[in-house]
């Protein structure tokens, strides 16, 4: 009998939660159509195009420092591209320098020939 009433209280619990839920969101329409209102009063009072707000809006979101954005996961990091150090001189094929060496390097240095001769720098100059 146990597991009736546990399954009776979990249902009457998930549809308690389900108004609650519902309520919320009514809640939250109420309070967003005054700001809405203000909003575009205030734009129209400046002069403001909805492109405008868009563009800042982007530009923010991009460009956000960190203490006011929330934080971000370890692995959330953005990216950067590096510029490659190394360039095979037949293939053509680019190494930045991180990470594991390509086996187009590990290959000459075991044959005798120096990274350095690989460095882009060292082709253009």
């Known amino acids: 009998m146990t597991r009736t009433s546990y399954n009776t209280e979990k249902s009457r619990l998930e549809k308690e939660m389900a108004?609650?839920?519902?309520?919320?969101?009514?809640?939250?329409?109420?309070?967003?159509?005054p700001k809405i209102a203000e909003i575009v009063r205030s734009?129209?009072?400046y002069d403001i195009s909805p492109e405008e707000i868009a563009?800042?809006?982007?530009?923010?979101s991009a460009g956000r420092s960190?203490?006011?954005?929330?934080?971000?996961?370890?692995?959330?990091?953005?990216?950067?591209?590096?510029?490659?150090?190394?360039?095979?001189?037949?293939?053509?094929?680019?190494w930045t320098g991180r990470g594991k060496a390509p086996r187009w390097i590990t290959d000459a240095e075991a044959a005798g020939t120096p990274r350095d001769t690989f460095l882009i720098a060292a082709e253009s100059a």
Do not use: C, D, N
Not at 55 to 60: E, G, N, Q, Y
Not at 66 to 89: C, D, E, L, N
């Open 19 to 33: 108004k609650l839920q519902k309520k919320i969101q009514t809640l939250q329409a109420k309070e967003r159509k």
């Open 43 to 45: 734009m129209r009072q």
């Open 55 to 60: 563009a800042a809006f982007s530009r923010k």
């Open 66 to 94: 960190p203490s006011s954005a929330a934080p971000r996961k370890a692995g959330a990091a953005t990216k950067r591209v590096i510029a490659p150090k190394y360039r095979h001189p037949e293939t053509q094929a680019t």
